[in-house]
């Protein structure tokens, strides 16, 4: 089993409309999960990062968090072509979350927003 | 992540060749990570230095890759004898000494070096 898990894509979505985009874990104990955006060609760059259960809002972003789910989620409002890219979900597992940020990357979900 | 600076970006060697990618942290940053990302895959953990210490080297293939971060000068990720399945894009990322905390810290990632093995 992957320790975290994202649909591969794409998903393609209307400009304006929401996207949707889902990860899971498999270490229950993990504390801190990252959303990262990545252009083709391009290095990631941190969206939104979350830690506790629940919604955090960051402009037109709002992640997601159910730990006893084991899933973290991303929503876009409004999106918009620039929006696609690969979105990539990270995970810091539990023996790391005291010590440094090793972050296990899931694979990614790519996503098309067309006009 | 525009302070995390790498080099060369782009690289290209012949099977057997040696291949050195160099990483500098942004400024006040004293750890070191290393990512390989294999086409259309997600980053791959390779290792996590200190300093003039390996700390965690667990994502290292076994053969033919090594990492330091001396004292003086860059992060230095060398993969010797390259072979056509490292081609790959390698990314570095760096992060404050200031660690332990769930909340708040973060690591900024470089822009990468994309190495292709002819």
């Known amino acids: 089993q992957k320790e975290v898990e994202q649909n591969s894509g794409p998903l393609s979505v209307p400009e304006g409309a929401i996207a949707s985009l889902n990860c899971t874990y498999s270490?229950?104990?993990?504390?801190?999960f990252f959303w990262y955006r990545q252009y083709s060609g391009k290095s990631p760059e941190l969206i939104m990062s979350?830690?506790?259960?629940g919604d955090k809002e960051d402009g037109r972003f709002t992640a997601q968090l159910n730990k006893a789910s084991q899933y973290v989620s991303l929503l876009i409002r409004d999106s918009q072509p620039s929006d696609s890219a690969t979105y990539l979900c990270a995970a810091v597992p539990l023996v790391f979350s005291g010590g440094y940020n090793k972050l296990i990357f899931g694979a990614g979900t790519r996503l098309a927003v067309h006009p | 992540n525009a302070g995390v600076m790498q080099n060369p970006r782009h690289l290209v060697r012949r099977r057997g060749q040696e291949a050195r990618l160099r990483c500098s942290p942004m400024k006040g940053h004293s750890h070191v990570y290393w990512y390989r990302q294999l086409p259309e895959e997600g980053l791959k953990f390779m290792v996590y230095?200190?300093?003039?210490?390996?700390?965690?080297e667990s994502g290292m293939p076994k053969e033919r890759f090594s990492a330091e971060f001396p004292k003086e000068g860059p992060s230095i990720l060398r993969i010797q004898q390259v072979v056509r399945g490292d081609s790959a894009a390698y990314f570095c990322?760096?992060?404050?000494?200031?660690?332990?905390?769930?909340?708040?810290?973060?690591?900024?990632f470089g822009e990468g070096s994309w190495l292709t093995v002819v």
């Open positions: 270490d229950r104990g993990s504390q801190s």
């Open positions: 230095l200190q300093k003039e210490n390996i700390i965690d």
């Open positions: 979350i830690y506790s259960n």
């Open positions: 990322a760096s992060s404050p000494p200031e660690l332990g905390q769930i909340a708040g810290n973060t690591i900024y």
